[in-house]
C-alpha cells in the first residue's frame, strides 16, 4: 500500500470517544490545529452506541466539557418538546438521552471547532518514537493506502490503549492481587451484590489476567409504533440461557426485567444493560480475553460473538417454551428501537469495553485513591489533580455461573458505593512511563479496582478535555513534555474553564472563590469536604496557607505577613508609644485572644506582594467578612490571584525571550 501525503497538526488526537471529543476541543479552543482520528465510522464511543444513562447521579462532580455536553443535551429537548414535557423530564438535566441525540450533539460541538479536522475510518498501523518520544503515526485509509500524521502531541483516547501500545509504552492487562498494591477487594472475590455485600468463601485475592465482561447496551422500546421485534440469532445456542429456566421456577428472576436492567431514557426508550443481580444476564464473561492485544478481524469475531449472545438471550426469553407464558409475552412487548442504529440492524455499533490495556504511568491510581484517607476525611490528597472522580468503584464478572458463586454471584463483581468517596484524580495516570510526546486519558495508569471507577464515561470526557490542554501547551511550547508540564499553570487553565479538580460539598458553583478553594484543595490547604469560605480565616490558617502558596510555583517571593495589625502609614507619628506595655507586647497571647485576620492586615500585605520582583498584581483589597475580618474565601482568592499574576509574568518574559 502507497503512502499518502504526510499531514502535520499540533496535536493528533487518536479515538473519537467522548474522551477524545473532548481532547479535541479544548486543544483547538486554545488555537491548536487537531486532527482527530476514528478508526470506525462512528463517534461518541459508548455515549452513541446505548449507554444513554450516564453513570453519575448528578453533575455535582463533573466540569467544563460534561457540563457543556449535557446542557446542551438539556436545551435540545427543552427547545424541541417544551421545557415542562415528558422527554425533558426523562432526559434529568441532560444526564440521560437518546444514542442518536448523543450523536447529534457531539457533531454539532465538533463542527462548531474550526481547528478539528475529523478523519473517519482510519486505523492505526503503526507508530513512530525512535527517541523514546512519539513522532508520527500511520494509519490505513478507508480507500486503500497508507496516511502518515505528525504532530507535537498526540492523544491516545481509544478504549483499548492501541496508540500508546504501538508507541512502545508499558501497560497492564488483568487484575492484580491484594498484596500488589495493598487493595482489599482485589483479585479473585465472590460478592453478593445484594446490600448486605456478603463476602463469600473462595474470595482469595489473588491477581489474574482475567479482565471484566463486555456486553452491548441496547436501546430498547416498547412503543408498538417505533418497536422492532427481537429476530433469532445466526449463532443461536440455547443451552448459554437455561439456567434461566430454574431462576424462574425458584422464583429469583419473574420477567425480563430482572434479567435486564431496564432504565428510561426520553421519548420511550431504555437503556438496556447487564443486571447485577442476574447471573445469566447480558454481560459474557470469560470470552474477552483476546480483544485487548487482538488484530481487527479478532476483535471483529469477540464483538460479533457478544452480538449474538445477545440477540440469543432475547430470543429465549420472548420464545422457550419452557419459561412461563406470561414472561414470554412480556418479552414479547419490548423491542428495539426503530429510529436507533437503523443501518445496523438496530443493534448498537459499539462493543461496550469496560477495560482492556492500562498503561503504566507517572502515577496509579488505585482503590485506596478513591476511598476515604485515613484520618483525613477525604479522599487522598494530589497535588497535581486535574478532574474529579465520583462513581462507586466497581467491576463486572469475569467468570460466568459456577458452583462456588452459590447462585448469588459471579466471580469479580463487585460494587463499593458505601466505601467510595468523591475523588481526585492526579495528572500522572494520564503521562505513560518511557514515551513523550503522548499522554492516555482513557487507558490510564490504573490498577484493576482503581480503573473500576474511573472508567465512566463524563470521568473520561473530562479527561479528555484536561489532557487536550495539556497537549495544546506541549505543542505550543518548545521543549515541553507532558511529564514536566508546569501542572500548577494546566491547573489554572482548567479552572478557567470551569473544569472541576476538587469536591468541595459546601461551595456553590457560581461562588467567586470558587476555583482558588478546588486549587488550593488540591494542594492539601483544605481538609475534608468542607471549605466554609464565608468564614473569617483565623491568621493561623493564613499563614499556613502562604506558606503553602510559597513552595508552589510562582509564589517564591510572596511576602509574609505582616506581623503585627498595628502598623502606621508612614509619615503618621508612632510615638509616644511604649511597646513593651501594650497588648500586643506578648505577641503569641494576643494572636490567642484576636485570632481572626484583620482586613487592614492583609490589604497591608497585598501592596507588599505588588512590590514584589515580577508581581504586577493589582487585585482589590481583600473583602471583609464578620466584624471586618477577611474570610476564608477572600483569603484563597488573593493567594490564588497572586500566583497566577506571576505565573502569567514569567511566561510573557519566557516568550519574549524565545
Not at 496509579?364 to 485513591?369: G, I, Q
Not at 462456588?404 to 468517596?421: A, D, V
Not at 470526557?461 to 505550543?476: F, H, I, R
Not at 470558587?514 to 480565616?537: D, T
Request: glycine share 10%.
Amino acid at each position: 500500500m502507497g503512502y499518502k501525503k504526510t499531514r502535520k497538526y499540533d496535536v493528533v488526537v487518536y479515538g473519537a470517544t467522548p474522551g477524545g471529543i473532548g481532547a479535541a476541543i479544548a486543544a483547538a479552543r486554545r488555537g491548536s490545529k487537531v486532527a482527530l482520528l476514528e478508526p470506525t465510522r462512528q463517534i461518541g464511543g459508548m455515549m452513541t452506541s446505548g449507554l444513554g444513562r450516564t453513570d453519575i447521579p448528578s453533575l455535582e462532580a463533573s466540569g467544563s466539557i460534561f457540563r457543556e455536553f449535557a446542557g446542551r443535551i438539556l436545551r435540545y429537548y427543552c427547545g424541541k418538546y417544551g421545557e415542562d414535557s415528558k422527554p425533558v423530564k426523562d432526559c434529568n438535566n441532560g444526564l440521560y438521552f437518546e444514542p442518536s441525540v448523543a450523536a447529534r450533539i457531539f457533531r454539532e460541538m465538533l463542527a462548531a471547532e474550526q481547528d478539528v479536522s475529523l478523519h473517519m475510518e482510519q486505523r492505526l498501523v503503526s507508530a513512530a518514537a525512535p527517541d523514546g518520544r512519539l513522532r508520527s503515526i500511520v494509519t490505513a485509509l478507508p480507500e486503500g493506502g497508507l496516511q502518515e500524521w505528525t504532530a507535537n502531541a498526540f492523544v491516545d483516547a481509544g478504549y483499548e490503549g492501541d496508540l500508546a501500545a504501538a508507541a512502545g509504552a508499558p501497560y497492564w492487562l488483568g487484575r492484580e492481587s491484594r498484596d500488589d498494591w495493598n487493595e482489599e477487594f482485589a483479585g479473585t472475590l465472590y460478592m453478593d451484590y445484594h446490600p448486605d455485600k456478603e463476602v463469600l468463601k473462595g474470595s482469595t485475592g489473588e491477581g489474574d489476567e482475567r479482565i471484566q465482561a463486555y456486553n452491548f447496551r441496547l436501546c430498547l422500546t416498547q412503543n408498538p409504533l417505533n418497536r422492532v421485534p427481537f429476530r433469532h440469532p445466526p449463532d443461536y445456542r440455547r443451552d448459554e440461557y437455561e439456567s434461566l429456566v430454574d431462576d424462574v421456577r425458584s422464583g429469583r428472576i419473574g420477567s425480563i426485567r430482572d434479567v435486564l436492567s431496564i432504565t428510561v431514557v426520553p421519548n420511550d426508550k431504555f437503556d438496556a444493560n447487564n443486571h447485577h443481580y442476574c447471573l445469566c444476564s447480558s454481560d459474557l464473561p470469560g470470552e474477552n480475553g483476546g480483544y485487548p492485544e487482538g488484530a481487527p478481524e479478532e476483535r471483529a469475531l469477540i464483538a460479533q460473538r457478544h452480538r449474538n449472545y445477545m440477540e440469543g438471550l432475547l430470543w429465549f426469553l420472548q420464545t422457550d417454551e419452557r419459561l412461563p407464558e406470561s414472561f414470554r409475552q412480556e418479552t414479547a412487548s419490548w423491542g428495539y428501537a426503530a429510529d436507533e442504529f437503523a443501518d445496523n440492524g438496530y443493534f448498537p455499533y459499539q462493543l461496550y469495553v469496560r477495560e482492556a490495556r492500562r498503561i503504566q504511568g507517572e502515577y496509579v491510581f488505585s482503590e485506596n485513591d478513591a476511598r476515604l484517607s485515613p484520618g483525613l476525611g477525604r479522599a487522598p490528597i494530589h497535588a497535581d489533580s486535574i478532574a474529579v472522580g465520583a462513581y462507586q468503584i466497581d467491576s463486572h464478572a469475569v467468570r460466568k455461573r459456577e458452583q462456588e458463586g452459590q447462585n448469588r454471584t459471579l466471580e469479580g463483581f463487585l460494587g463499593l458505593r458505601w466505601l467510595t468517596s468523591a475523588y481526585q484524580i492526579p495528572f500522572g495516570v494520564m503521562v505513560p512511563l518511557r514515551i513523550d510526546g503522548l499522554i492516555v486519558p482513557v487507558a490510564v495508569s490504573a490498577t484493576h479496582i482503581g480503573f473500576g471507577t474511573i472508567r465512566m464515561e463524563p470521568c473520561w470526557m473530562q479527561l479528555g478535555y484536561a489532557a487536550g490542554v495539556a497537549a495544546e501547551l506541549v505543542a505550543q511550547t518548545p521543549g515541553s513534555e507532558f511529564r514536566t508540564l508546569c501542572i500548577d499553570r494546566l491547573q489554572e487553565e482548567l479552572l478557567a474553564d470551569d473544569q472541576r479538580i476538587s469536591m468541595l460539598n459546601d461551595v456553590e458553583w457560581s461562588h467567586p472563590s470558587r476555583a482558588a478553594a478546588e486549587y488550593f484543595a488540591a494542594k492539601g490547604v483544605l481538609k475534608g469536604y468542607e471549605a466554609r469560605l464565608e468564614e473569617p480565616v483565623t491568621v493561623r490558617d493564613a499563614s499556613l496557607w502562604l506558606a503553602r502558596a510559597r513552595s508552589l510555583t510562582g509564589g517564591r517571593r510572596l511576602p509574609a505577613l505582616p506581623a503585627s495589625d498595628r502598623i502606621l502609614p508612614a509619615g503618621e507619628d508612632m510615638g509616644p508609644r511604649h511597646p513593651r506595655k501594650e497588648p500586643q507586647a506578648d505577641p503569641e497571647a494576643y494572636w490567642k485572644e484576636h485570632p481572626y485576620l484583620p482586613a487592614q492586615m492583609a490589604t497591608r500585605w497585598r501592596k507588599a506582594a505588588c512590590r514584589t520582583p515580577g508581581q504586577t498584581w493589582r487585585g482589590t483589597d481583600a473583602a471583609e467578612g464578620n466584624d471586618g475580618f477577611v474570610t476564608r474565601g477572600d483569603w484563597l482568592s488573593a493567594l490564588y490571584e497572586a500566583l497566577k499574576e506571576t505565573r502569567r509574568n514569567r511566561q510573557s518574559v519566557a516568550q519574549i525571550r524565545n
